[in-house]
């Protein structure tokens, strides 16, 4: 799977600018600490399902930062400051979203041995703009209702929006630092809760990573692709039914929130939890489902998709949400591959991207999936997006059906030392588990959430539209806190 691997690279950013030309993305960047593995960058780029490895070893904490010229990797070298303590040297300071959590005078929540007691937090910084009839409006970080929690610094001339600065770091759990046990002890069980909404592409990416070349047994590919599938569609009808009401619209907003629960249920009645806890494994899934209810699911999949029909057509037929929708909230084709954009975020804006065509895994090499685009990048197109990619679950949950075979659905994993590697496309986008194994225990482990990337997208994305509209853009990213802070 791993195609390369350069060891002590001197012009880390000169070999990334290389490989980009050639096609490449970076697809995750994390440091490694001092120890039985050198201190280290280590870099992971995908083109397609062909991947490049790249360890970069340091002599110091300092470096020579990549992003300026580079910046996918903006997000990347601030996590490593703030997580790590390294020091990359002409950083823009207060550019993309930062944790405010992280103010330790002497360790950092990723340097390995004990944290200091006492840390102070670090004091939240505006966005330095300054003029005749420019104000900041700061939101957050309690928000009403359930929302997690998140910091929102806005720079405004009246309604419309010079600038935003989000700060994150309220939901940080240690989850990375959680996971540095024997590599042999299975973690699913924290995996699937770094970001709850995601529990299956998340226990996905882990098993994996872990699993290597382990042949997983056909009905187990088959049944990780419906449990894939089924998660992708309960968060594309949130998504739907959360901008239908921050639109104003409350009745499809309710249609949506109900068919959000249906198939929250129908979760919990084949697999037995409604967020799909407990089915993945390395070596294959834990839960099966039975062939007596295989033709139930197909029948609930045929009516949720004549459902899903009505509720779109609602939206469609409604003025009110098309002006509120239409030109709103663009990411432009440019920013979306400036910033490397993922999941549905950059189809919609016209970036033809799909783990699950690119670098087929479980049963998605054995079903026919059609790649769903946009080309606005505004509201509408990622709301279009999102309801397309849900028929297209649909027909990918009746084709596993039809191919569902044997009774076997684990086999035995045996794990190695070395670099290890999972990619998944969850329901936001690309999501990735990379992990270092040392001595049969895992030394580093990174995981690279779709949001991790995707805020920036967003915050490019609100220039130039009014206050009120943020909501309704904010939802139709509908990026995780969690998934970010882990």
Partial sequence: MIRRMDEGIVDLGGRIRELMEDGYGVVCMYATEKGDMPRSIQT??????????????????????????????????????????????????????QRLQWGYTEAHPLQKGELPAERHNVPLTGNRMSGDGVFEI????????????????????GEPILKMRTSMGYTYRGIERMAERPAA?????????????????????????????TEIPRRARLLRTVFAELERMYCHFGDIGGIAMDAGLSVPAARGAELKE???????????HRFLMGTII???????????????????????????????????????????????????????????????TARASGVKTDVRKE???????????????????DVYSRMFVKAKEIVESVNLINQCLDLMDGCVIRADVSIADGFRLGIVEAPRGELVHAVNIVNGGIWRYRIR??????????????PGNIVPDFPLINKSFNLSYSGYDL
């Avoid at 002890?185 to 070349?213: F, S």
């Avoid at 249906?262 to 037995?272: D, I, L, P």
Wanted: glycine share 8%; net charge negative; hydrophobic share 40%.
């Fill in 359 to 377: 670098l087929p895994y479980d049963a998605y090499s054995e079903v026919g999936m059609r790649l769903i685009t946009h080309d606005k990048g």
């Fill in 282 to 344: 390395p070596g294959g899934v834990r839960r099966n489902i039975p062939d007596s209810r295989l033709d139930l699911l197909k029948k609930r999949m045929l009516r949720i998709g004549f459902e899903l029909e009505e509720l779109v057509g609602a939206l469609d037929d409604s003025s009110l949400f098309l002006d509120r929708a239409e030109t709103t909230g663009i990411l432009t084709h440019e920013n979306a591959l400036r910033y490397r954009a993922l999941g549905p």
């Fill in 138 to 157: 700061p939101v957050g970080p309690v928000h009403a209702g359930i929302i997690e929690p998140g910091h929102f610094r806005f720079s405004v001339a």
């Fill in 449 to 462: 959430d779709p949001s991790f990337i995707n805020w920036i997208a967003l915050e490019t994305a609100l």
């Fill in 185 to 213: 002890v299975d973690q699913t069980r924290l995996m699937e809760r770094a970001c709850g909404d995601t529990a299956v592409a998340n226990a996905l990416a882990y098993a994996h990573a872990m699993e290597g070349d």
């Fill in 262 to 272: 249906e198939v929250h249920r129908m979760n919990a009645e084949v697999c037995g």
């Fill in 44 to 97: 992971v780029l995908r083109k397609g399902e062909r991947i490049v490895h790249i360890t970069t070893v340091l002599e110091s904490d300092s470096y020579q930062a990549m992003s300026p010229f580079i910046p996918q990797l903006r997000p990347y070298e601030r996590d490593m400051r703030e997580m790590n303590g390294l020091d990359p040297i002409g950083l823009k300071r207060h550019y993309g979203p």
